[in-house]
Nanobody, 123 residues
Framework: QVQLVESGGGLVQAGASLRLSCAAS????????MGWFRQAPGKEREFVAA????????YYADSVKGRFSISRVDAKNTVSLQMNNLKPEDTAVYYC????????????????WGQGTQVTVSS
């Protein structure tokens, strides 16, 4: 069992940066791949970024490549999402998720989810 708690969301202007964090409980955090997803009002949940359990591989949606960076610190049971050059279209609730498999882009393959944190980017 893994419990996830996101933090770091907020209201910023376009071009600003935010860093989201996800704190995980449980002693097996290092065995899970971690992902970030987002959901805007009226839209489906979409993949943002993921990092393998080893931390060696990272994956990004095309819309955030070059602007967002995912990282993990297993000693602290945390995964972070550094978001730079934010755009109004990045506005959404951001969710942290964990899975024991390898289908990083598919939200249905994630076993555990956080409650989400709101990110709002004004133009």
């Amino acid at each position: 069992q893994v419990q996830l708690v996101e933090s770091g969301g907020g209201l910023v202007q376009a071009g600003a940066s935010l860093r989201l964090s996800c704190a995980a409980s449980g002693r097996t955090f290092s065995t899970y791949a971690m992902g970030w997803f987002r959901q805007a009002p009226g839209k489906e949940r979409e993949f943002v970024a993921a990092i393998s359990w080893s931390g060696f591989s990272t994956y990004y949606a095309d819309s955030v490549k070059g602007r967002f960076s995912i990282s993990r610190v297993d000693a602290k049971n945390t995964v972070s999402l550094q978001m730079n050059n934010l755009k109004p279209e990045d506005t959404a609730v951001y969710y942290c998720a964990a899975q024991s498999g390898y289908e990083y882009y598919n939200h249905e393959r994630y076993d555990y989810w956080g409650q989400g944190t709101q990110v709002t980017v004004s133009s």
